[in-house]
């Protein structure tokens, strides 16, 4: 990991939201090596629930999910925390553009590894730091 990326983030709780299991898993893993505090979800409404009584720093919803799809977690997530950043993940290529305006980031499930911890560093300093979007999405 980038020096710029080390600190102490024990303090930092970050929701993962996603129906996927072994997805979820790997998450949480990765985000508790670097010391953040992980809750996770394998639904919208799960999510939300945990938003409603846990506070959090950082969301990170995946957007095709059955029942609710990740905007419509993320502009729950609004509601309740407004200013916690959302991260949406998708592996999916026909994501409509209004969707990217209730996110404050993009990581492709594809870049996984490689964006979403810079994507997170950049967002919990305050900033509004914005993963490479793949020219599908422009």
Same mark, same amino acid.
């Given at each position: 990991m980038p020096?710029? /990326? @080390?600190g102490t983030v024990t303090n930092v709780v970050v929701l993962c939201?996603?129906?996927? $299991? #072994?997805? /979820? +898993?790997? +998450? *949480?893993?990765l985000l508790e090596t670097f010391g953040y505090r992980v809750l996770t979800a394998l639904s919208g409404r799960e999510g939300l629930e945990l938003a409603s009584v846990h506070s959090v720093d950082i969301v990170i919803v995946d957007y095709c999910m059955p029942e609710m799809n990740g905007a419509e977690v !993320?502009?729950?997530? *609004?509601?309740?925390? $407004?200013? !916690? $950043?959302?991260?949406?993940?998708s592996g999916a290529v026909d994501i409509p553009k209004k969707v990217f305006k =209730? =996110?404050? #980031?993009? &990581? !492709? *499930?594809?870049? /996984?590894?490689? @964006?979403?911890? $810079? &994507?997170? !560093?950049?967002?919990?300093?305050?900033?509004?730091l914005q993963a490479p979007r793949s020219p599908l999405y422009d």
């Open positions: 020096r710029s /990326l @080390q939201i996603d129906d996927h $299991p #072994a997805i /979820l +898993e790997c +998450e *949480k893993r !993320a502009m729950g997530i *609004k509601r309740l925390r $407004p200013d !916690a $950043p959302i991260i949406m993940l =209730v =996110v404050d #980031a993009f &990581v !492709a *499930k594809d870049r /996984l590894g490689s @964006q979403l911890l $810079p &994507v997170i !560093a950049g967002l919990h300093k305050g900033g509004s």
